[in-house]
């Protein structure tokens, strides 16, 4: 039996803007549906983005990348959101800005190298031996608390575990008896506890228990059977990048989620590539190629390119994807003009997906289904508005007004949104174009008087 004990940790997630987007919505000839998993028209680049989604799948990506272009808020980084939906809930998806490689705490080939190792993913195989059952007793050998003598820890414990063929008592030491009282594990109770750590897994309620105390059925499950101890396959996803801080430090899995971050020695990654691929030939893992996502591509420079275009040969290489909204511009670092201020080097070896602005039917059903998404209703005339701020502005004008319009409507105590507090959102909150000029405006009164 395999079982997912721990989903890929996610921490350059900023996909808030995107949770409506559950995958491309295509059907199975990759033909765009107007309106499905969360996307609406943009179709040509969906359905392009359905053909790379298969390419991945088969392995014919290697070496290759993506290029996203369009302008400002056309979906560019949606549809890469979706991209890596399609692949699968446990690939990794790693959203970059090109700004980001810049910083004075590390070289930025060093952090370019480290974004592209989040993005490949290990599935490690475990076996492990469990105890598993339905807590059927539990006593506490309760003692006063050595550093606070008024409250009272769980000394010891004495576990009775059933399964439906079986039944143990077992006599448990101070860890693992402060564990069952933190977590407040009762009788009733199906749980696992990993023999070699003593860390202790929560199940759900048995059905029995569930019903003596009248609780909903989503945490019900079935009482196990066969023995109490036996063994288990255990599968989670690690990135390299994980791996290789782990190796740098040396300490336990819970370095895992500091976020403090540092150069790692080339050695050091090379021996983790080394320890990956024994794990493979071993048949205990398996890597998990994921998503580097890269914003605002025009201001990585030169350097960066050339770098970028090199790791994209090496065997473990992510598949990457570049956004940009500009056209020809100058290449960072250099004085040469090129398309996106990409290298044509690098241009060669990537795929080119546009995306268009939108059409006025198309602002409006994706306005609904963000407001549906966040839980905001919407009156005809305020969605009026929204699609005509959409229009004349941007959409991710309108999308962003979305929230204090809201806050506004509730000021009225009204839970739904109309005209009057899109209206005075608009009013208060600036699209970028307006603040980019109101600051250039200043700037010239400044730089004449
Ligand atoms: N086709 C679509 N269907 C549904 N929602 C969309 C679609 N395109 C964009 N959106 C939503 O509209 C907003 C703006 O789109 P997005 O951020 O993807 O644009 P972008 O092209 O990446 O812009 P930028 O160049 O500014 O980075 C987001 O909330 C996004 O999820
Ligand atoms: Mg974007």
Redesign the pocket.
């Known amino acids: 039996m395999v079982e997912e004990i721990r989903e890929i940790v996610q921490r350059f997630e900023r ?1 808030g ?5 559950r995958g491309l ?1 295509l059907d199975e000839n990759l033909r765009a549906k107007d ?1 499905a998993d ?5 179709k040509k ?2 359905e392009a983005a359905g053909v790379i989604v298969r390419m991945i799948k088969s392995g014919k990506m290697a070496g290759r990348g993506i290029l ?1 272009a ?12 979706a991209i890596s939906k399609e692949l699968g809930k446990d690939i990794p998806f790693v959203q970059a800005s090109a700004s980001e490689f810049y910083s004075a705490e590390m070289k930025k080939t060093e952090a370019l190298i480290q974004y592209m190792r989040k993005a490949i993913g290990v599935r490690i195989r475990e076996i492990k031996t469990v105890l598993e059952g339905e807590v059927t007793g539990l006593d506490y050998n309760m003692v006063p608390n050595p550093y606070n003598p008024t409250q009272k820890i769980p000394e010891s414990a004495n576990l009775t575990l059933s399964t439906k063929d079986e039944k143990k008592t077992f006599s448990v030491g101070t860890r693992i008896a402060l564990q069952f009282f933190q977590y407040g594990i009762q009788v009733g109770d199906v749980i696992m506890i990993d023999k070699a750590t003593g860390k202790i897994s929560y199940l759900g309620k048995s059905e029995k228990s569930a019903k003596k105390y009248d609780i909903g059925d989503a945490d019900i499950v079935e009482v196990p059977s066969g023995r109490i101890e036996k063994e288990k396959e255990f599968t989670y996803v690690v990135t390299l990048h994980d791996l290789d801080e782990m190796n740098a430090r040396r300490t336990s899995i819970f370095s895992l989620f500091t976020s403090e971050s540092k150069e790692i020695d080339s050695e050091i990654r090379e021996a983790v590539d080394e320890q990956v691929k024994k794990w493979v030939e071993e048949g205990r893992a398996e890597l998990v190629p994921g998503v580097l996502f890269i ?2 591509t025009h201001l990585m420079d030169i350097e960066l390119f050339a770098f970028m275009n090199r790791a994209m040969e090496s065997e473990m290489a992510p598949i990457i994807i570049l ?3 500009r056209g020809f511009s100058r290449i960072r670092g250099t004085d040469i003009s090129a398309p996106h201020g990409i290298p044509l080097d690098l241009l060669d070896r990537l795929l080119i997906i546009t ?1 268009e602005p ?1 059409k006025k039917e ?1 602002i409006r ?2 306005l609904e ?2 407001s549906a998404e966040s839980g905001i209703m919407l009156s005809e005339s305020a969605l009026d508005k929204l699609t005509e701020i959409g229009v004349e502005n ?3 004008y309108a ?1 962003q007004l979305l929230a204090p319009a809201y806050e506004f409507s509730k000021l009225r105590n009204s839970g739904k949104v109309e005209l009057e507090d899109v209206e005075r959102a608009e009013s208060i909150f600036a699209d970028v174009t307006q603040s980019s000029s109101y600051l250039r405006k200043w700037e010239e009164k400044l730089i004449s008087s």
């Open positions: 996909i803007a995107h949770s409506h987007i919505g309106v969360g996307l609406v028209g943009q680049a969906r996203m369009g302008p400002p808020g056309t979906g560019k980084t949606a549809i890469a959101v914003d605002e956004a940009s909204n995306t939108y198309d059903t994706i289904i963000r941007s959409m991710r999308v």
